[in-house]
């Protein structure tokens, strides 16, 4: 749904960032999925907290979830697409857009 770009040059001098990106974001979508299943919503609509409950059975209880393996196959569909319409020069494998030390540590 998202993606978050680091440029090279930063991640090249500071290849904590990174991780430390991924860490934050993680931790966000963790804390905004528990407010929207298990406490009253803070979204002012009375069907948001029942179309979230409604997402959590159909999807699971991480109904957005982050990191390569969950993810795999809408990468390797997109990666395929940009590649065929000349938006990559090459064909890229999931694995090219996560940064080492995240991919290590988040490739559930």
Same mark, same amino acid.
């Given at each position: 749904?998202?993606?978050?770009?680091?440029?090279?040059?930063?991640?090249?001098?500071?290849?904590?960032?990174?991780?430390?990106?991924?860490?934050? &974001?993680?931790?966000?979508?963790?804390?905004?999925?528990?407010?929207?299943?298990?406490?009253?919503?803070?979204?002012?609509?009375?069907?948001?907290?029942?179309?979230?409950?409604?997402?959590?059975?159909?999807?699971?209880?991480? &109904?957005?979830?982050?990191?390569?393996?969950?993810?795999?196959?809408?990468?390797?569909? &997109?990666?395929?697409?940009?590649?065929?319409?000349?938006?990559?020069?090459?064909?890229?494998?999931?694995?090219?857009?996560?940064?080492?030390?995240?991919?290590?540590?988040?490739?559930?």
């Amino acid at each position: 749904m998202h993606l978050v770009a680091l440029r090279g040059e930063v991640f090249e001098r500071d290849p904590w960032i990174a991780r430390s990106l991924f860490d934050a &974001f993680d931790e966000a979508k963790r804390n905004s999925i528990e407010r929207m299943c298990r406490i009253a919503s803070h979204v002012p609509l009375p069907w948001s907290y029942e179309a979230a409950r409604e997402a959590e059975g159909l999807l699971g209880r991480d &109904f957005f979830p982050y990191g390569l393996e969950p993810n795999r196959k809408t990468l390797e569909a &997109f990666l395929q697409y940009a590649w065929e319409q000349g938006v990559t020069a090459k064909r890229l494998a999931p694995e090219d857009l996560f940064a080492p030390n995240v991919l290590a540590r988040y490739k559930r």
